[in-house]
């Protein structure tokens, strides 16, 4: 029995391998290659198993260990993990073309077609492709739901369950290629309960451009399914597809956006400033209008874009850019902010606020507030943490002084 078991289990990784990771164990041997010892086929599965494990981050031991068998059977794109193809295939065009078939949709058409829509839009959002949709049979980019049962629809890769396959996807080309299949047995939703639509069909429209997989588990091109998925790129995902297909212009914000959202405002002189992105709106108070500009056209290059926090010191004829760890000022600039007295598990800060009137500047990071007391020696001048109870007493403050 449990021999059994253990061939069953040795026969599953075989196919696992032997699909994702490209073992081709010797045809006779096959059956046996899993269990037998000290042949070319036991080393050749052994470095596939090590390879297997690199790739989702186990310990590289070569052995079919829970662990391992546990990532193994977790539901997955039907892609290898070791196709060596990223950068050489793409579509020589920006504007692709996609047709849904009409059969086996998980949903009423116009909500299957607005996940389709969301996929897609994430990678156009952050790249130069577009996509269109065609009614008419022929599109770059196929996009079926096939039934698991139908053991070759077309293509000759099968839903057959083993390995957990959702969907499988074709890079960029002619014919079949660019085109994507959803096995349509899964239990589909829309949200990030159970498996997400919109999600694995963003990670097999990211094989339809071009991209492999990645290793990353914050990357969508993962090959395994994350259950606890967000609709999102993560910064490789966008730098790859970018690499692909260039990166778009930046687009001038809208003032009048309701969604606009800014990176920092602060008081420069008699201006009051708001930062977006590169650019900035500057509000002088002899102006109705607000005037917007590149952050480059008054700092050059010295002052980087998607700041975090900006303040004013007037009397110190200072002004601070927060980014991330650093702050940036003429010479001897960037520095970590660690500098300013924060201690080092404090990364980043979200806001500054500088009281002018009392001569004092309150910091925000997460859910804390720094605020400076003795400012006669920056940079090395000392800080208390607030707790965010006293935000009764800024609010006060702040009515005076805004
Ligand atoms: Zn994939």
């Given at each position: 029995m449990l021999k059994m078991s253990q061939n069953l289990v040795g026969e599953f990784a075989l196919e696992y391998l032997h699909h994702f990771y490209g073992y081709q164990p010797k045809p006779d041997r096959r059956k046996r290659a899993a269990a037998s010892r000290d042949d070319s086929n036991q080393t050749g599965f052994c470095d596939k198993v090590k390879k297997m494990q690199r790739f989702f981050g186990l310990s590289p031991d070569g052995k079919l260990s829970e662990e391992t068998l546990t990532v193994m059977k977790k539901p997955r794109c039907g892609l290898s993990d070791v196709e060596p193809h990223e950068g050489a295939v793409r579509w020589r065009k920006r504007t692709i073309s996609y047709r849904i078939a009409g059969e086996n949709l998980p949903f009423p058409a116009s909500r299957t077609h607005k996940a389709i829509r969301r996929a897609l839009k994430l990678w156009s959002s952050v790249s130069l492709i577009k996509f269109r949709r065609r009614a008419?049979?022929?599109?770059?980019v196929g996009i079926a739901f096939v039934?698991?049962?139908?053991?070759?629809?077309?293509?000759?890769?099968?839903?057959?369950?083993k390995g957990g396959a959702l969907a499988h996807a074709f890079l960029p080309g002619l014919g079949i290629g660019g085109d994507v299949h959803f096995d349509s047995e899964e239990e589909w939703t829309l949200n990030s309960t159970g498996i997400s639509l919109p999600v694995v069909a963003a990670h097999e429209f990211g094989h339809a451009l071009g991209l492999s997989h990645s290793p990353d588990p914050g990357s969508i091109m993962y090959p395994a399914y994350n259950f606890?998925?967000?609709l999102e790129l993560s910064f490789d995902d966008v730098k790859r597809i970018q690499h692909l297909y260039g990166e778009p212009p930046p687009k001038t914000p809208d003032?009048?956006?309701?969604?606009l959202s800014f990176d920092a405002v602060t008081e420069l002189q008699q201006e009051v400033v708001f930062f977006k992105d590169r650019f900035m709106w500057r509000k002088h108070p002899s102006f109705v209008e607000t005037r917007i500009t590149l952050i480059s056209s008054l700092w050059s290059d010295s002052v980087p874009s998607h700041l975090d926090a900006v303040y004013e010191n007037v009397e110190k004829n200072f002004i601070l850019f927060f980014k991330v760890q650093q702050l940036m000022l003429q010479e001897g600039f960037p520095r970590n902010i660690s500098d300013l007295g924060f201690p080092s598990r404090i990364k980043s800060v979200d806001a500054a606020l500088h009281f002018r009137r009392d001569r004092y500047t309150v910091f925000f990071t997460g859910r804390e507030c720094w605020r400076s007391v003795?400012?006669?020696?920056f940079p090395s001048f000392s800080l208390i943490w607030l707790f965010v109870s006293c935000w009764d007493k800024f609010r006060r403050d702040l009515k005076f002084n805004l």
């Open positions: 008419a049979k022929e599109a770059d039934s698991g049962g139908e053991l070759y629809h077309g293509d000759g890769f099968p839903f057959s369950g606890a998925p967000s003032k009048c956006d309701p969604d003795t400012f006669s020696h």
